[in-house]
Nanobody, 127 residues
């Protein structure tokens, strides 16, 4: 199991940017696919983006395509979510998650695909 800690959230105006970081523990971090979810008030947890354990494949939910970029630096045991052109509807608590098993060929996307979760970081976008 991987332990995860998110950081980088905050309050920004619409059109602004934030870069979220997720620091992971464990020597096998590089073997796990990673993802970001978010949960807004009154809504269920929503998939945002995922990246393969090798870093070569990414997936985004339609609402963030072209605005958000997921990346990873395995040497630093860190996954990032660069968020540009932020909108008020992006306001949510953002969670980092790690796949349940290492070196899987499929990209994780469903909440049940992930075995480890961070505590979340608040992102608030004002109009």
């Amino acid at each position: 199991q991987v332990q995860l800690v998110e950081s980088g959230g905050g309050l920004v105006q619409a059109g602004g940017s934030l870069n979220l970081s997720c620091a992971a523990s464990g020597r096998t971090f590089r073997d796990y696919g990673m993802g970001w979810f978010r949960q807004a008030p009154g809504k269920e947890r929503e998939f945002v983006a995922a990246i393969s354990w090798g870093g070569g494949v990414t997936l985004y939910t339609d609402s963030v395509k072209g605005r958000f970029t997921i990346s990873r630096d395995n040497a630093k045991n860190t996954v990032y979510l660069q968020m540009n052109s932020l909108k008020p509807e992006d306001t949510a608590v953002y969670y980092c998650a790690a796949d349940r098993s290492p070196r899987l060929i499929r990209l994780p996307r469903l909440p049940s695909d992930f075995g480890s979760w961070g505590q979340g970081t608040q992102v608030t976008v004002s109009s």
